[in-house]
């Protein structure tokens, strides 16, 4: 008899389901991030459903135990640059683009993510 190996990988995408954020977490869906932002005094837009995509993006392509917060925050600052970087991402989600980014994205922030010394945009 021959033993049968499973990718775990192929299937967890083959659950993932809204090719608009095809690299969601599994358990994670497009109304979670509607009820948590509701929750936290936001109402979605696209500007916002972009940050949800480039946070599962980077995670699904830094898939360590450990993100390395620095490296994360300087990747949204580039990836944004061209609408004023971490200043614009802070006016979107006032709570920090990776705390309150990562809680609309069904995502594990990194160790230390609070952002509440980073200090006022406005």
């Not at 970087?85 to 922030?109: N, T």
Request: charged letters at 25%.
């Amino acid at each position: 008899m021959v033993a049968e190996t499973l990718d775990i990988n192929a299937l967890t995408r083959e659950v993932n389901r809204d090719p608009d954020f095809p690299d969601a977490p599994s358990a994670w869906a497009p109304q979670a991030a509607e009820e948590t932002a509701k929750e936290e005094g936001l109402k979605l837009t696209d500007a916002h459903c972009e940050l949800i995509r480039a946070l599962q993006n980077y995670y699904a392509r830094h898939d360590e135990p450990v993100i390395n917060m620095r490296e994360l925050h300087d990747a949204l600052d580039e990836k944004f640059h061209f609408l004023g970087g971490l200043k614009y991402l802070y006016e979107i989600l006032p709570g920090g683009p990776i705390a309150q980014g990562c809680r609309l994205a069904g995502l594990k922030a990194p160790f230390l993510a609070t952002d509440n010394s980073f200090g006022s945009v406005a």
